[in-house]
């Protein structure tokens, strides 16, 4: 005799949407964003570690065809491991194959040097080996004064001129800078001495030939 089974569709898939467009890196100091497509909607998550026991996990559970996870707290100069993660309404999920990527190196300041120094101003200047925003604290002993973006944006290059000072004084200064990511990273005291102002210290007086003299 045969057997005549009945199967009612269920609606369900039964395997996780395929990734149509591979994840694509925007990798920074301590942070990476990634981008990928997938055929069908699903949630968007990213695994990240520094080997593939993927110790950090981020993302959201919302539906989407187009997928954007940011992942924040990375070391800087750091290899890591990733893959993508997605989950479909029916509960099917879905990775990326493991791939690695490398974390920017955090900006070192260089090269600082005092520059012109007068009575009342001088030129600082230093470099960072990646491009930052720059601030720089001054003050007679405790540092008292602020400049913030002094660089004008992101670069490699700074200079500052500070006026108004002191002469005959000796100014500390310390240099902050801010990487693309937001990180701040404090430099060392620096101190630099404004010139000594002329002073008169023996006045004589001497006769002018052909001249009358004081009797």
Same mark, same amino acid.
């Given at each position: ?8 569709? @269920?609606?369900?898939?039964? #395997?996780?949407?395929? *990734? ?17 497509? @997938? ?6 998550? *990213? ?9 950090? @996990?981020?993302?959201?559970? /919302?539906?989407?065809? /187009? ?11 750091? *290899?890591?491991? !990733? ?12 990775? #990326? ?40 604290? !001054? ?11 002094? #660089? ?6 700074? #200079? ?27 430099? /060392? ?23 009358? @003299?004081?009797?």
């Amino acid at each position: 005799p045969s057997t005549i089974i009945n199967m009612v569709p @269920t609606g369900r898939y039964t #395997s996780p949407p395929k *990734i149509t467009v591979d994840p694509e890196l925007d990798v920074k100091v301590s942070t990476l964003g990634v981008r990928w497509v @997938t055929d069908r909607k699903a949630s968007s998550f *990213i695994e990240v570690g520094e080997n593939t026991n993927y110790d950090l @996990t981020q993302g959201q559970f /919302e539906f989407v065809l /187009e997928h954007k996870v940011s992942v924040k707290g990375l070391k800087p100069d750091t *290899i890591y491991h !990733y893959r993508v993660k997605y989950v479909d309404d029916d509960g099917n999920i879905g990775y #990326s194959p493991d791939a690695t990527f490398k974390t920017q190196p955090a900006p070192q300041i260089s090269n600082v040097e005092v520059q012109d120094i007068r009575l009342d101003s001088v030129v600082i200047s230093w470099n960072t080996s990646t491009k930052a925003q720059s601030s720089i604290s !001054y003050g007679k002993g405790a540092l008292t004064t602020k400049l913030d973006n002094v #660089s004008g944006g992101f670069t490699t290059s700074h #200079s500052v001129r500070f006026t108004n000072l002191d002469h005959t004084s000796t100014y500390n200064f310390q240099i902050t800078i801010t990487d693309i990511d937001g990180n701040e990273i404090v430099g /060392e005291n620096h101190s630099f001495d404004t010139l000594k102002f002329p002073v008169i210290k023996t006045v004589r007086m001497e006769p002018v030939p052909g001249q009358p @003299t004081a009797t």
